[in-house]
């Protein structure tokens, strides 16, 4: 007979993070994401020590997920902060569980900030608050703090199901909220 086929941990976090962005992070549990893995609970449990292990991997797959969202969006609009807030919200619109997850967590001692999450090694924010310097902002630090709420507003929003703009509409909103927000 010959021998059965060993699940990878590559698979395991596959399935969980499938799960995790079909139900949510909190619908993980052993049984399920054995099911959606096609295996017994073992080699779950033969890969990690516990589920929080395997949480950590979720999560780390979840930012890298969003990254790559990030660097995959359009960023064709001059004014600062439209670019960023229009990836973010569009995000909390598609992927409403991993939203949740990265950006609505208590964070944890393993899990970023908001802040590294949004800005990550790019540094996506300080060129923000560059490009809206060079334009003639003033208090740029105050500025980026105003456009955070509204942009983090909206995408709240959007995953309650409270906001279902079309991207033209989230654009020319925060067109306004940038013109509004810094004077310019």
Sequence with gaps: MP?????????????????TRKEGF????????????????QPIFRIYEGMADLKKDVYERAVVFYEEFYAEADKSHDVPFVDLGLCYINFAQK?????R???LSERSEDSKSMY????????????EIAR???????????LFMQMWIFI??????AVSGDY????????????????SFSGV
Aim: a negative charge; aromatic letters at 4%; one cysteine or more.
């Design 164 to 179: 279902d703009l079309a991207d033209e509409d989230t654009i020319s909103l925060l067109t306004a909220a940038y013109h």
């Design 26 to 41: 909190e619908a993980i549990t052993s049984r399920k994401l054995a099911a959606a893995a096609g295996c017994s609970t």
């Design 3 to 19: 021998r059965k086929a060993t699940i990878t941990q590559k698979e395991i976090v596959g399935a969980a993070f499938k799960l």
């Design 152 to 157: 983090h507003g909206a995408a709240c929003m």
């Design 132 to 142: 809206a310097s060079a334009m003639g902002a003033s208090n740029v630090q105050h």
């Design 95 to 99: 992927n409403p569980h991993l939203f």
């Design 101 to 103: 997850l990265l950006f």
């Design 116 to 127: 590294d999450l949004v800005n990550s090694d790019e540094g996506h924010i300080a060129g």
